[in-house]
DNA sequence: TGGTAAATGTCTGGAACCAGACCATTGACG
DNA sequence: CGTCAATGGTCTGGTTCCAGACATTTACCA
């Protein structure tokens, strides 16, 4: 037999690293992902805390540092809370650039990563037996987006992508397409939002939801893969 | 618009819970996946804890723990280490029912997550441009499978699954496949290895290789989700 | 036979993190 | 116009976790 069998990917690390930094690294994805909307708040401190798994304490410091950021706005007394303040703004000439060289070598690792699981979540959703209520949602997200105004236009595309992880009903699956969305929001912010790729975007998302009605897996997969394969091609295409 | 896009996957646990929980559960499963042969040492303290991101002290709490169950045999001076003595026991009737019971209503979300991952991956592979020594090490671990006797049966069928991830290149992918893994070893390790199912896996395996080989995506994707679906239908049974 | 390298074992001080109790502020509503 | 519930703000004591220095053990090897 072989011997070095190495399977080193089983002692990967087992805490990310600092609980705050990684709390802010959070809600600030959270924040540029559209969760929450300019002008909504957190979830209330307590809430919050327990739902990210930390104490209220490092909770307040990660807010604290986005207050002093800019991000959020704090209000105290009843019907108080962080109310989000960030407008993403219009991609200007080299963030693109500037996003690709911050996440360096990474970027093929995030691409294969969300082609995977993304075409996987819509597969699995395709293949399901929907609820009519779950049916809705993701028509009301794809009507969302479709009406969508360019500032809204990113925050309405990742909320219905991520509806689709979600309607799986597999956590794990949802967290995955989150997580790679998260790794990858600064690079579709700094793309511009064309009137030609919204429509181009509008058509195929018009196929994923079509392929997920009559339940046709295989086209739902095909159907998530063209879409993100353009992202993929554009942004690699700063590679070289 | 529809108000209420609560994406609270946004929100999920930025941390596990307790590193030294965490820790022992890691280092039980890269022994029961075979990360870690009997009769093998894990890699040093010093190394080990650098690698999990935790600290020397937590990751010996966590070995101790393993010594105390059985699972390791911890020597000291040169050439010491913490030998792994586990050998996984033949599945007795009854373990894959507690198992499934252990998991809950987990299972399905598991099912699903490691279905999109490992056929994502090997579409990924089978797209990529193989150098010869990743092919090799691919047939190898093939060779390996196919070689082992019944008690090393699983863990080389898992180093082989997870060589398909690894080869990929993307980290965030070999993770997630790991992950995956991690979290249904136990329901494997219940499900005794008969040869006909050995027989029937290697043909799977080969035809996943084969596709790889030959670089066709559409193929690997449909070998990996045959081969999974016979498990996931198996398991799946188990909770009517 | 003794030196040495590589490993585990032990200790200390400090930083990070937490749970929970309590205080302060505010806007809605009766 | 006062009450009150929901929210952020603060404090205390304790636990977990860490980094690094130092001690001990052991097998190989000159």
Redesign the pocket.
């Known amino acids: 037999m072989s011997p070095p069998e190495k399977v080193d990917v089983a002692f990967r690390p087992v ?1 990310a690293g ?3 930094e990684e709390t802010v690294e959070r809600l600030l994805q959270a924040i540029k992902l559209g969760a929450v909307a300019p002008g909504d708040r ?1 979830p ?3 809430d919050l805390a327990s739902r990210l ?6 909770l ?1 410091e990660a807010i604290r540092a986005l207050q002093e950021s800019g991000y959020v706005e ?9 109310f989000v303040v960030y407008q993403a703004p219009r991609p200007a000439r080299g963030d693109l650039e500037r996003a690709i060289a911050d996440l360096g070598d990474r970027l093929g690792d995030v691409l294969t990563f969300r082609m995977a699981v993304e075409c996987g979540a819509a597969e699995a959703l395709a293949s399901a037996d929907l609820s009519p209520e779950a049916l809705e949602t993701l028509e009301r997200r794809l009507a969302d987006v479709n009406a969508a105004g360019p500032d809204d236009y990113r925050r309405l595309d990742t909320a219905f992508h991520l509806a689709i992880a979600e309607l799986t009903g597999s956590t794990l699956l949802a967290g995955a397409c989150a997580d790679a969305r998260l790794r990858i929001t600064d690079l579709l912010n700094a793309i511009p939002v064309l009137r030609r790729n919204i429509d181009h975007a509008a058509v195929q998302h018009e196929a994923i939801v079509s392929a997920i009605r009559r339940r046709d897996p295989r086209a739902a997969r095909r159907a998530v893969r063209e879409h993100l394969e353009g992202t993929a091609a554009l942004l690699r295409g700063f590679l070289a």
Chains 1, 2 share one sequence.
Do not use: D
């Not at 798994?53 to 490092?58: A, E, H, K």
């Open positions: 805490r600092n609980a705050f957190l209330p401190e307590r798994g930390i104490s209220r304490v490092t307040r704090v209000r105290r007394g009843r019907y108080g809370g962080a």
